[in-house]
């Protein structure tokens, strides 16, 4: 008769329950309730079932033998449960990075209502392209608003964000419709205060665009412009670039050096309105004279003077591809003007040339035409608002005539007056070559009188009465010229002093309404040694006593209208705007 017996447990299972607490214990037989424990527990008596191939098995103490039976199995265990935990966070990485390869930023325009809006309703989403959707998702995920402005433009040419503040959320969203986008072929972004987490994003989403070719850019954070020179260096499709009003200053250009070394792909690129000065226009022009693929260049409102001047001029004269390059309201004068006199001479490429405002006096424009005499490919020539003056304009025209191979079809000099003999050259010219314009301000008659005529008006005779020194410096701020450049510029033996006969012609030269003996008593105050001459110190007194007069009167309780010199003003307007010197205001 067979007795049912319960199983009793192994000496093992004894010992375990000995040595081994009950919390341990509890633990123990949750584990091998679960299918890793079961797994673990089946292996375990698999490996135990199997006979030994010895024909004399070993004998070990039970004891001995349970314990390392153990052992292996908490190891086994923790290797198992490890191995989980790493396919789990190798999971949740990989479905992260799929989420960032997926996302970028866009930026609000307006406000964006589901609800109120009819434009976007469940009909027309079956039909929204890849980039819109993506950015509705976006939005959603970060908890924004989504702009209908920013959301329609997704599906057009041009995508353009002017004067909204994206913060970091509202910059990722508006990437993330550019990186599919298919349609838009230009991009601008201006007064956004984008910040260099801004400027990484848009940076990482123009990268993977193959389709756009025009990038608007302003108000860029400056620890952004490395990341954002490195990714346009490398960007093969843009081919118009603009970054105007960013405020870069001198030690950035050296990244715009490197983009000019290894970008080939770009056209146009637009720096105006920033401050490379003088270091920056030096490293710049490094970076410009080796480019073989840039076609249009505008470096105007930069503070470029003297070396970084004359680095750009010098980079003209190697550089054999830009056609167009706006420098203008810089500080060239005549070390510029020298350099880029020889460019026109070297250079066979360049057909427009912007030299507006850049402190050149009658001169330096001589020096300029001399470089053009040998040029037979530039056709714009803007130099307005120089220190230009009827007999300077004459002679820019009369080289004109005088070189047929000079191939100017426009010349711009801006409101610089001319005499009449002037205008009659001009007619004549343009009958001879076709086309050909010039831009000029007012005309004025051979015989048109003098200041120091007997018929004066009486504002001229209270002027005459005037500080003279007040006067000069006045005039000077109007007509918005440097008399230290007037006393470089005819200081022709660099003796550093001027005498009166020099100093005399110089004043004549720019046109400043005294006669003689106002020019004797400007003298006679200006020369404080008694020497007869002007030198250049004394000129640097004299213009520090007229700041710290003006800065008084500034400060003072009353206008600056109502003091000597807001008289003085008045009265230069006046006779000015009578003698055609001026426009009236």
């Known amino acids: 008769m067979d007795v049912q017996r319960s199983e009793s447990p192994s000496m093992g299972e004894k010992i375990f329950r000995m040595v081994t607490p009950p919390a341990k214990r509890e633990a123990r037989r949750t584990l091998k309730s679960t299918s890793l424990g079961m797994a673990a527990r089946y292996r375990l008596s698999s490996n135990s079932s199997v006979p030994s191939s010895s024909s004399t098995p070993s004998k070990q103490p039970p004891n001995k033998v349970t314990r390392i039976r153990k052992a292996e199995i908490d190891l086994q265990v923790q290797q198992e449960m490890e191995q989980i935990r790493i396919e789990e966070e190798r999971k949740k990485e990989a479905e992260l990075l799929q989420k960032r390869k997926q996302k970028i930023k866009i930026e609000d325009v307006e406000d964006f209502d589901f609800d109120a809006d009819s434009d976007l309703s469940a009909s027309e989403s079956d039909d929204e392209d890849v980039s819109q959707k993506m950015y509705m998702e976006a939005c959603k995920e970060m908890r924004l608003?989504?702009?209908?402005?920013?959301?329609?433009?997704?599906?057009?040419?041009?995508?353009?964000?002017?004067?909204?503040?994206?913060?970091?959320?509202?910059?990722?969203?508006?990437?993330?419709?550019?990186?599919?986008?298919?349609?838009?072929?230009?991009?601008?972004?201006?007064?956004?205060?984008?910040?260099?987490?801004?400027?990484?994003?848009?940076?990482?989403?123009?990268?993977?665009?193959?389709?756009?070719?025009?990038?608007?850019?302003?108000?860029?954070?400056?620890?952004?412009?490395?990341?954002?020179?490195?990714?346009?260096?490398?960007?093969?499709?843009?081919?118009?670039?603009?970054?105007?009003?960013?405020?870069?200053?001198?030690?950035?250009?050296?990244?715009?050096?490197?983009?000019?070394?290894?970008?080939?792909?770009?056209?146009?690129?637009?720096?105006?309105?920033?401050?490379?000065?003088?270091?920056?226009?030096?490293?710049?022009?490094?970076?410009?004279?080796?480019?073989?693929?840039?076609?249009?260049?505008?470096?105007?409102?930069?503070?470029?003077?003297?070396?970084?001047?004359?680095?750009?001029?010098?980079?003209?004269?190697?550089?054999?591809?830009?056609?167009?390059?706006?420098i203008s309201w810089n500080g060239f004068h005549i070390r510029g003007a020298l350099t880029l006199s020889k460019a026109l001479?070297?250079?066979?490429?360049?057909?427009?040339?912007?030299?507006?405002?850049?402190?050149?006096?009658?001169?330096?424009?001589?020096?300029?035409?001399?470089?053009?005499?040998?040029?037979?490919?530039?056709?714009?020539?803007?130099?307005?608002?120089?220190?230009?003056?009827?007999?300077?304009?004459?002679?820019?025209?009369?080289?004109?005539?005088?070189?047929?191979?000079?191939?100017?079809?426009?010349?711009?000099?801006?409101?610089?007056?001319?005499?009449?003999?002037?205008?009659?050259?001009?007619?004549?010219?343009?009958?001879?070559?076709?086309?050909?314009?010039?831009?000029?301000?007012?005309?004025?008659?051979?015989?048109?009188?003098?200041?120091?005529?007997?018929?004066?008006?009486?504002?001229?005779?209270?002027?005459?009465?005037?500080?003279?020194?007040?006067?000069?410096?006045?005039?000077?701020?109007?007509?918005?010229?440097?008399?230290?450049?007037?006393?470089?510029?005819?200081?022709?033996?660099?003796?550093?002093?001027?005498d009166r006969e020099e100093f005399s012609k110089g004043l004549a030269q720019v046109n400043i309404p005294m006669n003689r003996r106002s020019l004797n008593k400007l003298i006679d105050v200006m020369d404080k040694d008694g020497d007869g001459e002007i030198d250049f110190g004394e000129l640097m007194a004299a213009q520090q006593k007229h700041k710290l007069l003006l800065k008084t009167y500034m400060k003072g309780e009353r206008p600056v209208e109502e003091t000597e010199i807001g008289r003085i003003d008045r009265l230069l307007r006046k006779v000015m705007y009578k003698r055609f010197l001026m426009r009236k205001f």
Not at 217 to 238: P, Q
Not at 295 to 324: C, F, P, T, Y
């Open 145 to 326: 608003t989504p702009i209908k402005a920013v959301y329609k433009a997704l599906d057009t040419e041009k995508l353009a964000i002017v004067g909204v503040i994206l913060k970091k959320k509202e910059s990722k969203a508006c990437a993330i419709g550019l990186l599919r986008n298919t349609t838009i072929e230009t991009l601008v972004l201006e007064s956004n205060e984008l910040g260099g987490y801004g400027a990484r994003c848009f940076s990482d989403a123009i990268s993977r665009n193959e389709f756009l070719t025009e990038i608007v850019r302003d108000n860029l954070f400056n620890k952004s412009v490395n990341r954002l020179c490195i990714t346009y260096s490398k960007y093969e499709y843009v081919r118009r670039l603009d970054l105007k009003g960013n405020g870069f200053y001198e030690e950035d250009a050296k990244y715009f050096k490197d983009m000019l070394d290894e970008n080939h792909a770009l056209r146009e690129l637009y720096l105006s309105h920033n401050k490379f000065q003088e270091v920056g226009g030096e490293i710049f022009a490094d970076g410009l004279g080796n480019n073989d693929f840039l076609r249009v260049l505008d470096l105007s409102w930069n503070h470029l003077r003297m070396r970084g001047a004359m680095a750009i001029g010098a980079a003209l004269q190697v550089n054999r591809h830009l056609e167009k390059l706006d």
């Open 345 to 498: 001479e070297i250079n066979t490429t360049l057909l427009e040339l912007n030299l507006s405002c850049n402190r050149l006096s009658d001169g330096c424009i001589q020096i300029l035409v001399n470089g053009l005499k040998k040029n037979s490919t530039l056709k714009v020539l803007r130099i307005a608002q120089n220190q230009i003056y009827p007999p300077g304009a004459y002679k820019i025209l009369e080289s004109i005539e005088n070189t047929p191979s000079i191939a100017l079809e426009m010349l711009d000099l801006g409101d610089t007056p001319v005499m009449d003999t002037f205008e009659n050259l001009y007619k004549k010219l343009q009958e001879i070559r076709k086309p050909f314009t010039v831009i000029y301000g007012m005309v004025w008659a051979t015989d048109r009188q003098s200041l120091a005529s007997s018929d004066q008006d009486p504002e001229e005779e209270d002027l005459l009465n005037e500080d003279p020194l007040l006067v000069l410096f006045e005039y000077a701020r109007l007509q918005n010229f440097r008399l230290l450049d007037m006393f470089k510029q005819l200081d022709t033996d660099n003796s550093g002093s001027l």
